[in-house]
């Protein structure tokens, strides 16, 4: 098991002040490497252009990731949005919106960064549809969990099946092709569904650079 993201994190100065702010979390290391790796996952494109970005974490859940953007990521302010009600969070440049994602309604602001972590089933086909649908967002991030297992059929994934790709391999890419992304594999994510989507609106092959 790579601890990598994990020592990352416990050796920012920030780190106590994120747990404070989210905390009680369950499975603490596995949210932890999820988050980090979405972090690491946009913070070039950040710094390429400081202050330009907005961020919205949809499904924010425990809102960690949006809270350890709004530490770490030199972005004009982070919007965690998820259905339920949210804790209230302290951090500069963070707000929470309470809003189901599958009501109109939300708008997020011009050159926004879209991400998502463990969105499960019909919700990762959701998010990338309001990704797809609104100008506004240019970039695009998901680690998906939970498998739409209903969306997997067909002679290409029976064929990927027969060769043993294991099926959170094959939703993700089901989820890259239909965000027009690519994928990849984060191995310094704790996680069997270690997988990160990332898409762009900003270039031609329609892809954030991993680093």
């Given at each position: 098991m790579s601890r990598k993201y994990l020592d990352q994190?416990?050796?920012?100065r920030c780190a106590g002040d994120v747990l404070n702010e989210v905390?009680?979390?369950?499975?603490?290391?596995?949210?932890?490497?999820?988050?980090?790796?979405?972090?690491?996952?946009?913070r070039g494109l950040t710094l390429n252009k400081p202050m330009h970005y907005s961020l919205v974490d949809m499904c924010?859940?425990?809102?960690?990731?949006g809270v350890l953007a709004a530490y770490l990521l030199p972005v004009k302010d982070v919007i965690g949005v998820d259905i339920r009600i949210g804790k209230s969070i302290r951090?500069?440049?963070?707000?929470?919106?309470?809003?189901?994602?599958?009501?109109?309604?939300f708008e997020p602001p011009p050159y926004t960064i879209l991400v998502a972590v463990h969105a499960c089933e019909e919700l990762a086909l959701?998010?990338?549809?309001?990704?797809?649908?609104?100008?506004?967002y240019e970039h695009?991030?998901?680690?998906?969990?939970?498998?739409?297992?209903d969306e997997l059929?067909?002679?290409?994934?029976?064929?990927?099946?027969?060769?043993?790709?294991?099926?959170?391999?094959?939703?993700?890419l089901h989820l890259a092709q239909k965000a027009g992304g690519r994928i990849k594999r984060d191995m310094n994510c704790?996680?069997?569904a270690n997988y990160v989507i990332t898409a762009s609106k900003e270039d031609d092959i329609g892809t954030i650079p991993i680093n």
């Amino acid at each position: 098991m790579s601890r990598k993201y994990l020592d990352q994190f416990l050796s920012l100065r920030c780190a106590g002040d994120v747990l404070n702010e989210v905390g009680p979390i369950n499975n603490a290391a596995k949210e932890i490497t999820e988050s980090m790796a979405v972090i690491t996952t946009i913070r070039g494109l950040t710094l390429n252009k400081p202050m330009h970005y907005s961020l919205v974490d949809m499904c924010a859940g425990n809102q960690l990731t949006g809270v350890l953007a709004a530490y770490l990521l030199p972005v004009k302010d982070v919007i965690g949005v998820d259905i339920r009600i949210g804790k209230s969070i302290r951090a500069k440049r963070y707000r929470y919106v309470q809003h189901d994602i599958i009501e109109p309604g939300f708008e997020p602001p011009p050159y926004t960064i879209l991400v998502a972590v463990h969105a499960c089933e019909e919700l990762a086909l959701r998010v990338i549809d309001l990704y797809l649908a609104n100008p506004n967002y240019e970039h695009f991030v998901l680690m998906p969990c939970c498998i739409k297992r209903d969306e997997l059929s067909g002679s290409e994934y029976n064929f990927l099946r027969s060769l043993r790709v294991p099926k959170p391999a094959l939703w993700a890419l089901h989820l890259a092709q239909k965000a027009g992304g690519r994928i990849k594999r984060d191995m310094n994510c704790i996680s069997p569904a270690n997988y990160v989507i990332t898409a762009s609106k900003e270039d031609d092959i329609g892809t954030i650079p991993i680093n």
